[in-house]
């Protein structure tokens, strides 16, 4: 594949509309060639470009079971990552922007765990004697194939309870990256006592807490979080339930506990739309997640008299998601239809075989 490129600064300068039409033709052209997939809190002026919708791992199964040789993901790096390894080797994942990053992803990188599992190996003996390490599927490919290599495995926000329950078949504890509220929320429905889940803070010897915190703990939650569901408050849904008290409140489990404690539902995205889906007619929502994402579903939903209403009172959107807009999608086809591929996302082969290990291992469970 060759690699010069289309320069992008000629995209970079076009109009929404212009960059728009580019991108319905070169999807023409391209055909079957291409799979478009966007993930569900993509904007809708890149979103309604889409092949395939949905959460990220359903994205990357979906795109792997095609006979596309690229797979555009209009989504965050690290859903890119697992596209590349799910899919086959004659099938290539591409992020039309490599600055669509996660937050929540970059709070607990490859470092960092790895100094923590050095730390409780002195304080416990061998950690992968008495700890389970669990990452969520918002991580890098790197710490999924940490997993992978030391009897762990990946969880999405749907499956989580699930592995909770298999992790501790294999070990008496568990080591929970990078979201402390989806791992939290998920001991707290399991039983086990808040007193029992202790926050890891990678930037403190022993995660900041004593030995005796680390030997009593159940699960050990990195101090992690997404920048867009750590928003919404408790506050919020009092203050919403006062002025709609016949309402129903939904939230995402990356919210914290208070949140969750507090709403009615609790869930993936894929959850949240279909339950609201599913709902009566003539019904109120208050809606704990991405603001792309309750903005359709409130257009959606409009005509059966449903209203969906966001969360917080501030706009709140996934800011990096937010940066694959139509012009480097554009840019991306365009350069794919001149035998260009830019952007590909490859993670290198001994990671990709472990981060599958710990992936497969998921998908066996759930």
């Known amino acids: 594949m060759e690699v010069a490129t289309i320069s992008f600064d000629r995209f970079n300068v076009l109009q929404d509309e212009q960059a728009q039409a580019r991108i319905r033709e070169a999807r023409a052209k391209l055909g079957d060639k291409a799979v478009l997939l966007c993930h569900h809190y993509q904007r809708a002026d890149v979103y309604q470009h889409a092949d395939l919708t949905g959460d990220s791992l359903k994205l ?15 989504g965050v790096h690290f859903m890119a990552e697992v596209a590349d390894i799910l899919s086959s080797d004659k099938q290539i994942a591409i992020l ?6 996660c937050s929540m992803a970059d709070m607990a990188n490859l470092a960092k765990v790895e100094r923590c599992w050095r730390e409780l190996s002195e304080v416990l003996g061998t950690p992968d004697e008495h700890i389970t390490p669990v990452t969520y599927i918002n991580s890098a490919a790197d710490l999924k194939a940490f997993c992978g290599e030391h009897g762990g495995i990946v969880c999405t926000s749907t499956n989580a309870p699930t592995i909770l329950d298999w992790a501790f078949g294999q070990r008496e504890k568990v080591l929970f990256f990078p979201d402390q509220h989806l791992g939290r929320w998920t001991g707290f429905k399991k039983g086990i006592p808040l007193e029992d889940m202790h926050v890891w803070d990678p930037d403190l010897e022993y995660g900041g807490l004593t030995p005796e915190q680390i030997k009593s703990a159940k699960i050990l939650l990195w101090k992690g979080h997404c920048s867009v569901h750590q928003m919404f408050q408790e506050s919020h849904i009092r203050r919403w339930r006062m002025q709609h008290p016949e309402g129903r409140v939904i939230s995402h ?4 506990l208070e949140v969750c404690r507090n709403s009615d539902y609790v869930g993936s995205t894929e959850f949240i739309i279909n339950t609201i889906k599913a709902g009566p007619d003539n019904t109120r929502w208050l809606v704990g997640t991405e603001l792309n994402l309750v903005n359709r579903l409130a257009e959606e939903e409009k005509p059966r008299g449903v209203i969906v209403e966001f969360m917080a009172p501030t706009v ?24 260009t591929v830019v952007n590909r996302i490859e993670v290198p082969p001994h990671e990709a075989e472990m981060a599958k290990v710990a992936l497969d291992r998921m998908l066996a469970v759930s």
């Open 316 to 339: 709140c959107m996934c800011s990096t998601m937010q940066r694959i807009d139509p012009q480097h999608l554009a840019w991306t086809l365009e350069n794919l239809l001149e035998g």
């Open 60 to 74: 990357a199964k979906l795109a792997s079971e095609t006979d596309a040789e690229y797979i555009v993901f209009c």
């Open 253 to 256: 489990p990356e919210s914290n």
């Open 96 to 101: 039309p922007d490599l600055a669509a990053g």
